[in-house]
């Protein structure tokens, strides 16, 4: 299920409106329509600044933060591309450290659409193609980029050795099990490790491949291994310790600051982010550099604790945290950052597990709001259990909670994530 967007000027609601036509032929998987697309654009990805490539099923986002943060305490001009959006399809397209304009986009998407008219690309291989295009146009430092779903056949994948400094993955969970684990000869076949050879698709020949330290599980780990064994490429790792205060690799303990980006499993991201750096010789920046960028780094809807505006007024006193979590690692990982009961209000597509945050929190949940998540199709308050409460939306269910000075969560989906930003006027920028 895809966010299509919406836009205020009416020139981005044009091609958005064009790319919300679209649609993929069931089973299309691979990179020739992505690889067409580019040959007609003048093949921009061939263009690129030096490319951080991530992928993973959970903090890759928050690893890409953390790579412009770092690159931009350096002086460097960085282009991002991210996905998804929260509020603004904008959000998807960074050029040298700025969203880009509605004006930009607008020309951009119409530019892309119009060429791969009728290649029947798909919405994220239209996003990309643009990404790429807006990148190869503007000079710049270094790019980050962030794989959507997977990796091997992910339209970043398009990105060819050449252009690419370093790649990491960074956590791996069960996650888009549909596509991710479709039945096909000479994979593998026990879930996870199919998902870590999907993420490791992304190894290039003669590339750094970066990884973390005993977080993947045995099979993964091996999946990864084989993979990048048979590419060529360079595999490299990192890992965090004394609760995310310290990162290790084979260039030294430099005891570096504790990350910005609320949570103890962002220490391994940060630490994925900065091996990275360190394991490419293509873009150097200074220790200084990582540490102001390891401490400024921002990723909205992670662990974010919201300011006092028009939605947590309805809270009352108590702290509204926000995170778009929703899956057993997401789950996990939040259980881990409460020490003390909270609040939950939920809101979850209908393709994704119910379970899947709540049998990590455990009992930490003092009360469970099930939300809908608007236009789009999710699951009902008795899909969560005998003790789910309904309310008809996030300022509905802040009102309604107990004012016990607990903590309250939101959660379960990015796209509510973006919601609760937009009620609260804090639009990411």
Same mark, same amino acid.
């Given at each position: 299920?895809?966010?299509?967007?919406?836009?205020?000027?009416?020139?981005?609601?044009?091609?958005?409106?064009?790319?919300?036509?679209?649609?993929?032929?069931?089973?299309?998987?691979?990179?020739?329509?992505?690889?067409?697309?580019?040959?007609?654009?003048?093949?921009?990805?061939?263009?690129?600044?030096?490319?951080?490539?991530?992928?993973?099923?959970?903090?890759?986002?928050?690893?890409?933060?953390? =790579?412009?943060?770092?690159?931009?305490?350096?002086?460097?001009?960085?282009?991002?591309?991210?996905?998804?959006?929260?509020?603004?399809?904008?959000?998807?397209?960074?050029?040298?450290?700025?969203?880009?304009?509605?004006?930009?986009?607008?020309?951009?998407?119409?530019?892309?659409?119009?060429?791969?008219?009728?290649?029947?690309?798909?919405?994220?291989?239209?996003?990309?193609?643009?990404?790429?295009?807006?990148?190869?146009?503007?000079?710049?430092?270094?790019?980050?980029?962030?794989?959507?779903?997977?990796?091997?056949?992910?339209?970043?994948?398009?990105?060819?050795?050449?252009?690419?400094?370093?790649?990491?993955?960074?956590?791996?969970? =069960?996650?888009?099990?549909?596509? =991710?684990?479709?039945?096909?000869?000479?994979?593998?076949?026990?879930?996870?490790?199919?998902?870590?050879?999907?993420?490791?698709?992304?190894?290039?020949?003669?590339?750094?491949?970066?990884?973390?330290?005993?977080?993947? +599980?045995?099979?993964?780990?091996?999946?990864?291994?084989?993979?990048?064994?048979?590419?060529?490429?360079?595999?490299?790792?990192?890992?965090?310790?004394?609760?995310?205060?310290?990162?290790?690799?084979?260039?030294?303990? +430099?005891? =570096?600051?504790?990350?910005?980006?609320?949570?103890?499993?962002?220490?391994?991201?940060?630490?994925?982010?900065?091996?990275?750096?360190?394991?490419?010789?293509?873009?150097?920046?200074?220790?200084?550099?990582?540490?102001?960028?390891?401490?400024?780094?921002?990723?909205?809807?992670?662990?974010?604790?919201?300011?006092?505006?028009?939605?947590?007024?309805?809270?009352?006193?108590?702290?509204?945290?926000?995170?778009?979590?929703?899956?057993?690692?997401?789950?996990?990982?939040?259980?881990?950052?409460?020490?003390? +009961?909270?609040?939950?209000?939920?809101?979850?597509?209908?393709?994704?597990?119910?379970?899947?945050?709540?049998? +990590?929190?455990?009992?930490?949940?003092?009360?469970?709001?099930?939300?809908?998540?608007?236009?789009?199709?999710?699951?009902?308050?008795?899909?969560?259990?005998?003790?789910?409460?309904?309310?008809?939306?996030?300022?509905?269910?802040?009102?309604?909670?107990?004012?016990?000075?607990?903590?309250?969560?939101?959660?379960?989906?990015?796209?509510?994530?973006?919601?609760?930003?937009?009620?609260?006027?804090?639009?990411?920028?």
């Amino acid at each position: 299920m895809v966010d299509f967007g919406r836009s205020d000027d009416p020139r981005v609601q044009a091609q958005l409106d064009r790319l919300r036509a679209l649609s993929v032929p069931q089973g299309r998987l691979g990179l020739e329509t992505i690889r067409a697309l580019m040959e007609r654009l003048g093949n921009p990805h061939r263009k690129l600044p030096p490319a951080f490539h991530v992928a993973g099923t959970n903090g890759k986002g928050s690893v890409c933060a953390f =790579l412009r943060a770092i690159l931009e305490a350096d002086g460097k001009r960085v282009h991002v591309t991210t996905s998804p959006h929260l509020v603004r399809y904008n959000e998807r397209i960074r050029i040298a450290g700025e969203l880009i304009s509605d004006e930009a986009l607008a020309a951009l998407l119409e530019d892309v659409l119009d060429a791969g008219e009728d290649l029947g690309p798909s919405f994220f291989e239209v996003t990309i193609a643009a990404a790429f295009l807006a990148f190869s146009r503007e000079p710049a430092d270094a790019c980050v980029v962030e794989v959507g779903l997977g990796g091997r056949f992910d339209a970043t994948n398009v990105l060819e050795p050449e252009a690419v400094a370093a790649c990491g993955i960074a956590a791996i969970g =069960l996650d888009h099990e549909k596509f =991710l684990l479709a039945p096909e000869e000479g994979v593998p076949t026990e879930p996870l490790a199919r998902i870590a050879f999907e993420k490791a698709g992304i190894a290039k020949r003669g590339v750094p491949l970066v990884t973390l330290v005993e977080v993947y +599980p045995p099979e993964a780990e091996l999946a990864i291994d084989e993979v990048a064994k048979r590419v060529g490429a360079l595999r490299e790792s990192a890992y965090s310790s004394d609760g995310g205060r310290i990162y290790v690799d084979s260039y030294g303990d +430099p005891d =570096l600051p504790s990350p910005s980006i609320q949570g103890p499993h962002q220490g391994r991201n940060a630490a994925l982010a900065v091996a990275m750096l360190r394991y490419q010789s293509t873009v150097r920046v200074s220790n200084d550099a990582i540490s102001k960028g390891i401490k400024s780094a921002r990723w909205p809807a992670r662990m974010q604790l919201l300011s006092h505006g028009p939605l947590t007024a309805f809270a009352r006193q108590q702290a509204v945290w926000l995170d778009g979590g929703h899956n057993p690692s997401a789950g996990q990982a939040i259980a881990e950052h409460f020490d003390e +009961p909270i609040h939950l209000v939920l809101g979850m597509l209908a393709n994704k597990n119910p379970r899947a945050l709540l049998d +990590p929190l455990g009992e930490k949940v003092l009360s469970l709001t099930i939300v809908p998540v608007p236009d789009h199709e999710c699951h009902p308050p008795e899909a969560f259990g005998p003790d789910a409460r309904a309310a008809a939306d996030l300022e509905e269910a802040l009102l309604n909670l107990p004012n016990d000075g607990r903590p309250i969560l939101i959660a379960g989906s990015l796209y509510l994530a973006g919601v609760a930003l937009r009620l609260n006027d804090e639009i990411p920028d």
